[in-house]
């Protein structure tokens, strides 16, 4: 029996949804720590409906018992804020011999600039939207959710890939033990 909440559960879950998606052969992992796992990896998989990339990686992670959760509601900015706040942790725990990392949360474009600038991790809750617009712009079609599991696992799914359906799909996921 895996226990909820572990290493093994966390990238059990994972490699549930990078199966899903055809992406699991010759992903890695971005971060690999004791209760979050980020995997990016690229997908070949040809029953991708690009057309309706948003529902289809919900039906992902509904097919892999995630919750999804609407990041507009309640429950959705409190999961994206504490998915944000959780992988920041994780950041300043990798630093923590070295000089304390600024973390502050930015509300418009030209904080985050100012953020950057000098050298701070901020939170950015529009980051995701951003991204998405600007993939949008290169040609790409682009999509992201968010989900919960009953144990407490955290996880945010994204996607983007050519509109033309020529190539490979890149997807990027974290999951993470909230309770940790």
């Not at 992903?27 to 040809?46: A, C, H, K, Q, Y």
């Not at 712009?137 to 033309?164: K, M, Q």
């Not at 890149?170 to 940790?180: D, F, H, P, R, Y």
Request: aromatic residues 6%; charged residues 30%; contains cysteine.
């Amino acid at each position: 029996m895996i226990v909820p909440g572990t290493p093994i559960h966390i990238h059990r879950l994972a490699k549930k949804i990078m199966m899903e998606l055809d992406a699991f052969e010759g992903s890695r992992p971005l971060l690999d720590d004791v209760d979050v796992l980020i995997v990016r990896g690229m997908s070949r998989g040809e029953d991708w409906d690009l057309d309706n990339l948003q529902g289809y990686l919900e039906s992902v992670l509904e097919r892999c018992d995630v919750e999804v959760v609407d990041p507009e509601s309640p429950e959705g900015k409190e999961l994206i804020e504490e998915l944000g706040k959780f992988v920041v942790e994780r950041i300043q725990a990798q630093y923590a011999d070295e000089e304390p990392v600024s973390v502050r949360p930015v509300e418009n474009p030209m904080e985050a600039v100012d953020a950057f600038t000098q050298g701070e991790i901020f939170l950015d809750p529009l980051g995701f939207e951003r991204l998405k617009r600007d993939l949008e712009a290169l040609g790409c079609v682009a999509a992201y959710t968010f989900g919960r599991t009953p144990d407490d696992l955290g996880v945010f799914l994204a996607a983007w890939a050519d509109r033309s359906g020529i190539g490979p799909k890149s997807v990027e996921l974290l999951v993470a033990n909230l309770k940790g």
